[in-house]
């Protein structure tokens, strides 16, 4: 049984990079009995705030990424003051004083040495006196985990394969601020355990906080999960794109990008599969496997999301689609103007072809009067396009564009659209005669 979490903090709307660690989650516990938990980390209380706790639901359920429960860090404050006083007992967490100019200052002096920024534990050689002189003075102390130099810390991660970190290579992280708030690196590890998540799959940029909580998860006692974390999506210019951060669910709403599109571009994105417009979320769960995910940056490309989101709007079923088509339009009208439209929202444009009123053409003399012959010919059978058309370049020798080209113009108001053979049959007998009429005189 898998249990794996998407873990957002509600400081903004999701966006392109979020939903696909979202997405991965989500399918890699897919299978029967797995969980699949929405956590909303949001212990910054100043910058969280609940519009973004909504949206974030909202952007899931509109992207059929379904959790099977919610948890918020907020709710759970008294579960880190918990491990918090187990780890300070066990001497794994220790006051530190130095305010954000003093460890400025500390890196510069290191980086200029051409040595590691890596923080210099001053605060631990600290006697008790002079912490209580600190404490005298009103100056308030953040909180470090002690990282154990001599605990080596490897894992085999899901995507990188054999990761190795030397512990004495790392800052012992502030995991608290003066003022008592959380840093996201204790409670992620408190819940993780609590929550019995058996698989974090996260973006690259966490590798270094991966091997600082698997010191707390055996410092805590308990097991850590499988960690995986993939290559950053990217830009198609391949830079960390400004644009990506900003680009979300409701962006992409607006653009008719259709959900099934996102998720299929998605989840093959940075993998060695190909990118298919496969709309079945059956069909890429069989296909899902962290072992196809590479190691380079996944590129996101709006041009290839709008290939993948035309290839989807054209397999869409009618019984899936027929609440968003304009009204009265019927599963003959959708098929007619399907293959036509890269977006549903351009239907009804298209389906205006065949309600009216049409655009008047103007017509030369001789078209006017192949035009008047076509309404004498038209004949409401099985096929009245083909008989119309048959019959015509028989009784009037016209082949090509000057056989086609006026009746569609005639009986759409535009020189192309959807295949005539199957728009004619919903515009309608009498409707399409008094077009033909119209334009003959
Ligand atoms: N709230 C964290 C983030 O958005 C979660 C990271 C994680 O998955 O552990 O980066």
Redesign the pocket.
């Known amino acids: 049984m898998t249990t794996t979490r998407f873990?957002?903090?509600p400081t903004g709307r999701l966006h392109v990079g979020n939903i696909r660690t979202a997405l991965h989650n989500w399918m890699l516990a897919q299978e029967q009995g797995d969980a699949f938990l929405l956590r909303i980390?949001d212990t910054d209380a100043a910058r969280s705030k609940e519009e973004y706790v909504e949206a974030i639901r909202e952007d899931l359920t509109w992207l059929g990424i379904g959790w099977t429960r919610e948890e918020r860090q907020s709710a759970r404050l008294d579960r880190y003051e918990a491990a918090f006083d187990r780890l300070r007992e066990a001497g794994r967490i220790y006051p530190a004083y130095e305010t954000q100019q003093e460890l400025e200052l500390k890196r510069k002096v290191l980086l200029g040495r051409g040595l590691p920024p890596i923080y210099d534990r001053a605060a631990l050689s600290l006697t008790e006196e002079e912490r209580a002189a600190k404490d005298a003075e009103g100056i308030a102390s953040h909180w470090r985990f002690k990282l154990d130099h001599d605990e080596a810390i490897a894992w085999e991660d899901g995507v990188r394969g054999k990761a190795q970190f030397d512990p004495a290579q790392l800052s012992d992280p502030v995991i608290r601020r003066a003022d008592g708030s959380w840093l996201?690196m204790l409670p992620?590890t408190v819940d993780d355990i609590e929550m019995g998540v058996t698989q974090?799959l996260?973006g690259e940029d966490?590798v270094s906080n991966t091997a600082v909580q698997i010191q707390m998860f055996s410092a805590l006692g308990a097991a850590p999960p499988a960690f995986a974390h993939e290559a950053l999506l990217m830009g198609k210019e391949g830079k960390l794109s400004k644009r990506l951060g900003s680009l979300g669910c409701d962006a992409f709403r607006e653009r008719g990008i259709e959900p099934e599109a996102i998720v299929a571009l998605l989840a093959r994105l940075g993998t060695s599969l190909p990118v298919e417009p496969i709309a079945d979320r059956d069909a890429l769960l069989t296909t899902f496997d962290l072992s196809t995910f590479g190691r380079a940056p996944a590129k996101f490309d709006d041009a290839e999301l709008e290939r993948v989101n035309t290839a989807i709007v054209h397999q869409m079923a009618f019984a899936a689609i027929k609440d968003r088509l304009p009204e009265g339009m019927d599963e003959a009208g959708w098929h007619a103007v399907r293959p036509n439209v890269s977006t549903v929202a351009e239907v009804s444009e298209w389906w205006r072809l065949v309600t009216g009123p049409i655009e008047a053409v103007e017509f030369a003399p001789e078209d006017k009067a192949y035009l008047s012959e076509a309404v004498t010919t038209l004949e409401w059978g099985e096929d009245p396009w083909g008989a119309l058309t048959s019959a015509l370049k028989v009784s009037t020798g016209r082949k090509g564009k000057a056989l086609f080209l006026p009746l569609r113009q005639a009986l759409t108001g535009m020189n192309h659209g959807p295949d005539m053979g199957e728009l004619l049959p919903l515009i309608g007998k009498e409707a399409a005669k008094a077009r033909l009429q119209r334009a003959a005189q």
């Open positions: 873990a957002p903090s980390d996201y992620s974090v996260r966490h």
